[in-house]
C-alpha cells in the first residue's frame, strides 16, 4: 500500500479470484467456468474485418446485443442492461441501490465472495444472514428485511437453489427495496424469477455469459428488471465507462445469443456429468450437497478440504478450496466434461487409499 491510498479503502480487503495458473496445465475444476467450447457463429463473428474494427469505439448502448437478449427472453430492450461481466453489474447496483446511510444490504453470509467485498468498498451496512444448517438459503430470513437483497440462485459455493415462490414472497414482502437475484448458474438446473421482472418493479435478475454460454473470458453480463431499474444502472455506467464492452465481446455475446440451443443442450451434459460425479463420490464416501448449478461442494470425513485440494492439485486437478470456517471441510468442483469428471473421481480414488495406507 502506498501512502497516497485514499483513507477510505485503506482496511479494504480485496476479491481473491480462483487461480489461473500458467504452470503446467490442469483439470481446471476451479472457477465454474464451461468445458466447451463457444458455438460456431462466436467463432465467425470475430473476423479479420472485426478486428480492425478494434481501432473505433464500441457501441456504448450495446444496441444489438441488447435486442438479442430481450428478444430471446421476451422482454423489451429497456429492460435489458449489458456490461463487463456480472461483476460489474453487481458493482454498479451496490452503487445504485444501497446507501451506507440509509439503505444496507441483506445477503446470505455463505455466499459468493463479492458481495461483502462490493458492500465494504461502498461502505454499505451488510447484514449477513446464516444459512440454515444443511447450508440452504431461508427465505423466511429476508421477508420485510427492510434492506436491499442480494441473493445467488442458485446459491455459490453451495449449489442449492430457491423456488421462485419463494424469490416471489421476497419480492413482494420488500416492495421498497431492490431484490437482486444472482442467476450466474441458473441455466444448470435452478427455475429463472425472470418472469417475475414484469410483474415487480423492484426485482433485478442478474445473468452471466461467463457459465452457460461458454465466455467467462469475453466478459460479459447481463441484467433484466424494470425500465426505471435498467435507466438507474445505466446512469452509473455513463458515469464511469460507457464503453465498458469490447466491440469483439459484444459480436460474441450477440452471436452466442443466436445460439442457445447449442449452450442448453451443453447445460444438459453438464446436469448428467454432475450426477455422475455426485454419484461416484458418495460411493467414495463424500457428502456431496444437492447442487443445481455447475458445480458441486462436497466434503469427505476422511480428508480435510485443503489436504484434498493440495493433493489434487499435485496431481494436475484443481478445485475450489475456501478457507472460511464454516466450509473449510469442503470442495468445490466445477462439473467439466465426463471425462475431466472421471479422472476426477479416479485421482480421488487413489489419494484416499495412499491415505489410508498410510
Ligand atoms: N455471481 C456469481 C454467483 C458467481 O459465482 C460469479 C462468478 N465468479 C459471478 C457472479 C461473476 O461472473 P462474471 O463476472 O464472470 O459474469
Known amino acids: 500500500m502506498s501512502r497516497f491510498l485514499a483513507e477510505k479503502y485503506q482496511s479494504l480487503v480485496a476479491y481473491t479470484p480462483g487461480e489461473q495458473p500458467t504452470d503446467m496445465k490442469y483439470i481446471k475444476l476451479n472457477t465454474n467456468e464451461s468445458p466447451f467450447p463457444p458455438s460456431e457463429g462466436v467463432i465467425r463473428a470475430i473476423s479479420k474485418e472485426r478486428v480492425e474494427e478494434l481501432r473505433l469505439y464500441s457501441d456504448p448502448t450495446c444496441g444489438v446485443l441488447r435486442?438479442?437478449?430481450?428478444?430471446?427472453?421476451?422482454?423489451?430492450?429497456?429492460?435489458?442492461?449489458?456490461?463487463?461481466?456480472?461483476?460489474?453489474?453487481?458493482?454498479?447496483?451496490?452503487?445504485?441501490?444501497?446507501?451506507?446511510?440509509?439503505?444496507?444490504?441483506a445477503f446470505p453470509e455463505i455466499s459468493y465472495g463479492f458481495y461483502s467485498v462490493y458492500a465494504d468498498l461502498h461502505r454499505v451496512d451488510a447484514k449477513k444472514i446464516p444459512l440454515t444448517k444443511d447450508f440452504r438459503v431461508d427465505y423466511t430470513d429476508y421477508l420485510n428485511v427492510g434492506r436491499t437483497v442480494v441473493i445467488a440462485n442458485p446459491n455459490a459455493p453451495t449449489g442449492i437453489a430457491l423456488s421462485v415462490r419463494e424469490i416471489e414472497e421476497i419480492v413482494k414482502s420488500n416492495p421498497d427495496h431492490v431484490v437482486l437475484i444472482d442467476e450466474a448458474y441458473v441455466d444448470f438446473g435452478a427455475e429463472s424469477a425472470l418472469r417475475l421482472t414484469e410483474k415487480y418493479e423492484n426485482l433485478l435478475v442478474v445473468r452471466t455469459f461467463s457459465k452457460s454460454y461458454s465466455l467467462a473470458g469475453a466478459r460479459l453480463g447481463f441484467a433484466i428488471g424494470h425500465t426505471s431499474l435498467i435507466a438507474?444502472?445505466?446512469k452509473i455506467k455513463y458515469s464511469t465507462n460507457p464503453y465498458n464492452i469490447n466491440r469483439l465481446s459484444l459480436l460474441a455475446g450477440a452471436a452466442a445469443m443466436d445460439e442457445?440451443?447449442?449452450?442448453?443442450?451443453?447445460?444438459k451434459k453438464i446436469q448428467e456429468n454432475r450426477a455422475y460425479t455426485t454419484d461416484a463420490l458418495r460411493k467414495l464416501g463424500f457428502s456431496v450437497l444437492p447442487s443445481s448449478a455447475n458445480f458441486i461442494f462436497a466434503k469427505s470425513d476422511a480428508i480435510g478440504g485443503e489436504e484434498l485440494y493440495l493433493e489434487l492439485k499435485k496431481r494436475g486437478i484443481l478445485v475450489r478450496h475456501f478457507s472460511t470456517e464454516l466450509i473449510r471441510d469442503y470442495n468445490r468442483i466445477t462439473v467439466g466434461t465426463i471425462k475431466e469428471m472421471q479422472t476426477l473421481v479416479e485421482t480421488v480414488r487413489t489419494i484416499l487409499a495412499e491415505k489410508t495406507s498410510d
Open 67 to 105: 435486442e438479442k437478449i430481450a428478444k430471446q427472453f421476451g422482454v423489451e430492450k429497456a429492460n435489458v442492461f449489458v456490461s463487463n461481466g456480472s461483476d460489474d453489474i453487481l458493482n454498479f447496483s451496490f452503487m445504485a441501490f444501497c446507501d451506507g446511510s440509509h439503505t444496507g444490504v
Open 260 to 267: 442457445s440451443d447449442y449452450y442448453m443442450e451443453n447445460c
Open 232 to 234: 438507474d444502472l445505466e
